[in-house]
Nanobody, 126 residues
Framework: QVPLVESGGGSVQAGGSLRLSCAASGRTVNWYRMGWFRQAPGKGREGVAGIAAIRDGASTIYADSVKGRFTISRDNANNILYLQMNNLEPEDTAMYYC?????????????????WGQGTQVTVSS
């Protein structure tokens, strides 16, 4: 199991930016497929961005709703996953979670991850 701790959430106005971080304690993050998910009040959890394990090419995938605005990346030296979020919209308001599973391709499928963080709240006002 990979302990995951998210940080970096907060409140911003529409058009602003935030960078979320996910610290993976005691693991080499580039060996894992990793992803960011979000859940808004009253809605199901949706995949936002994913990155493949390095042995699977480290490719990335994004939900259509965030393409061109969000970027997922890894700091392999410090075992941190990031989500840079630009041009935020009120519809991006949600609790954001990072997730991991050893190896594998980039995916936005919730069932394809088995380690989850506790989440960090992002609120975007208009």
């Amino acid at each position: 199991q990979v302990p995951l701790v998210e940080s970096g959430g907060g409140s911003v106005q529409a058009g602003g930016s935030l960078r979320l971080s996910c610290a993976a304690s005691g693991r080499t993050v580039n060996w894992y497929r990793m992803g960011w998910f979000r859940q808004a009040p009253g809605k199901g959890r949706e995949g936002v961005a994913g990155i493949a394990a390095i042995r699977d090419g480290a490719s990335t995938i994004y939900a259509d709703s965030v393409k061109g605005r969000f970027t997922i990346s890894r700091d392999n030296a410090n075992n941190i996953l990031y989500l840079q979020m630009n041009n935020l919209e009120p519809e991006d308001t949600a609790m954001y979670y990072c997730a991991a599973k050893f190896g594998g391709r980039a995916t936005l499928g919730e069932s394809e991850y088995n380690d989850w963080g506790q989440g960090t709240q992002v609120t975007v006002s208009s």
